[in-house]
C-alpha cells in the first residue's frame, strides 16, 4: 500500500511569490492535516480536511489556505510569501479525522 | 502551560543501552498517545501506538502509558546508532473538541 505522497520535495521561492503544495493521502485515507515544522517551534498545526471540509484550523494567517478535493487528494497555498515561511511543510492522512495520522515525507519550502 | 512538554535533548547514550523517552501532558481528555521517528529531511514515521493506559511492546520498543500522573514514555533497548533521530510524542482525544498533539520532540544520538 502506497504511503502518504506529497510534491515537490523541495521549492525554491522568492518574497512576494506563492506557492501550491499537493498531498495525495494512503489510499482509502479521507482525512487530511497540514503541518509546518521549522527547528524553533516543531510541528504546527496547520489545518485538517475530512470529506472535502475544513475540520480544524490552527492559527496561522489568512495566507495560507487549503482544500481537498474529492478523491481526497489535498493542496495547500501560501500567497505572499515571507522569509519567515521557510519551513518543512507536512501532510498526515489518516482513515477518519480520529484515527492515527501517517506523515509523507514532507515539501522543503526555502523562500529567498 | 503547553498541552504537552518533551524534553528536546538532546541525549546521548552509548550503543546497547537502553533509552527512556517521556511526555507529560495536562489534558486528561487524551485517549491515544503515539511516538513517531523523524530521521533528518524526512517526515515523522509511526513507530508505536496504545489506547489509553498500559504497555505496549514492539521488539525493541516499549510504549507505555499512565494517565493517572499523565505521563508517557518510550523505551528502547539494546540501541543502535541507526536510532539515532529526533523522537515525537502525540496524543489525541476523541470526545469534546477533537485535538492531535504533538511534543516537541527528543533528539536521539546513539554513540558507535
Known amino acids: 500500500k502506497a504511503g502518504v505522497t506529497q510534491t515537490p520535495r523541495y521549492l525554491i521561492k522568492t518574497r512576494g511569490q506563492q506557492v501550491t503544495l499537493s498531498c495525495s493521502p494512503i489510499?482509502?485515507?479521507?482525512?487530511v492535516s497540514w503541518y509546518q515544522q521549522t527547528p524553533g517551534q516543531g510541528l504546527q498545526f496547520l489545518f485538517e480536511?475530512?470529506?472535502?471540509?475544513?475540520?480544524n484550523k490552527g492559527n496561522f494567517p489568512g495566507r495560507f489556505s487549503g482544500r481537498q478535493f474529492s478523491n481526497s487528494r489535498s493542496e495547500m497555498n501560501v500567497s505572499t510569501l515571507e522569509l519567515g515561511d521557510s519551513a518543512l511543510y507536512l501532510c498526515?492522512?489518516?482513515?477518519?479525522?480520529?484515527?492515527?495520522?501517517?506523515f509523507g515525507a514532507g515539501t522543503r519550502l526555502s523562500v529567498l | 502551560q503547553k498541552e504537552v512538554e518533551q524534553d528536546p535533548g538532546p541525549l546521548s547514550v552509548p550503543e546497547g543501552a537502553i533509552v527512556s523517552l517521556n511526555c507529560t501532558y495536562s489534558n486528561s481528555a487524551f485517549q491515544y498517545f503515539m511516538w513517531y521517528r523523524q530521521y533528518s529531511r524526512k517526515g515523522p514515521e509511526l513507530l508505536m501506538y496504545t489506547y489509553s493506559s498500559g504497555n505496549k511492546e514492539d521488539g525493541r520498543f516499549t510504549a507505555q502509558v499512565d494517565k493517572s500522573s499523565k505521563y508517557i514514555s518510550l523505551f528502547i533497548r539494546d540501541s543502535q546508532p541507526s536510532d539515532s533521530a529526533t523522537y515525537l510524542c502525540?496524543?489525541?482525544?476523541?470526545?469534546?473538541?477533537?485535538?492531535?498533539?504533538f511534543g516537541t520532540g527528543t533528539r536521539l544520538k546513539v554513540l558507535a
Open positions: 489510499s482509502g485515507h479521507r482525512s
Open positions: 502525540a496524543m489525541s482525544a476523541s470526545s469534546g473538541t477533537y485535538k492531535y498533539i
Open positions: 498526515a492522512s489518516s482513515p477518519t479525522p480520529q484515527n492515527i495520522q501517517y
Open positions: 480536511y475530512f470529506s472535502e471540509t475544513q475540520r
